[in-house]
């Protein structure tokens, strides 16, 4: 667990998701869903049974390349940053990264001290050597953040998204440890 302070003097906690959490996850995701467009869903797409994510969310935590931080202010999800890996031999040492954090929150630092929890989480977990994500290629803001922590373009999916009648092409972006 670690804690921050953001530029009010309020005290965020980062801390890893447990099945207690299940049902403010799947909620956070609901909503942020329809604060932005940067995301793979929207507004209450993010669908899940509530059995089935207390288990997703405790094999993640079994898992020892996987991991899934909550950031919480005043008992309240306002981010979330994950990697998920494959259990299989071949792909186990590469992790996709996702994050997210409340609109109302954005700009003050909580999505940098998710990642930077992330990637000092990987390095010490003795598996992970590859950190990818995927991110629209007009997400400027979080692209800035992601090379400043030395993510790498890989590549870009084209037209791989389409909202409000226009198709968005992606960045594949990857941190080598």
Known sequence: M?????????????????????????DFYNV???????????KNEFNRNMEEYKEFVESTR?????????????????GIGSINSSQKQRMKHVGTLGIVV???????GIGRKLMEQLI???ISNGITKKISLVTREDNTHA????????????????????????????FVMALFL
């Open 62 to 78: 079994l898992e020892q390349n996987s991991i899934i931080l909550l950031a919480i202010l005043q008992d309240e999800i306002i």
């Open 32 to 42: 942020v869903g329809g604060e932005t467009d940067f995301l793979s869903y929207g």
């Open 143 to 170: 692209i800035e953040l992601y090379e400043k922590l030395g993510f790498e373009k890989e590549g870009i999916i084209k037209k791989d998204s389409f909202i409000n009648g226009t198709y968005y092409n992606t």
């Open 2 to 26: 670690k804690k921050f302070h953001l530029n009010d003097d309020h005290e965020v906690m980062i801390k890893e998701a447990t099945k207690e959490y299940a049902q403010q996850i799947i």
């Open 120 to 122: 000092h989480w990987a």
């Open 102 to 108: 409340s609109k109302k929150l954005i700009g003050q």
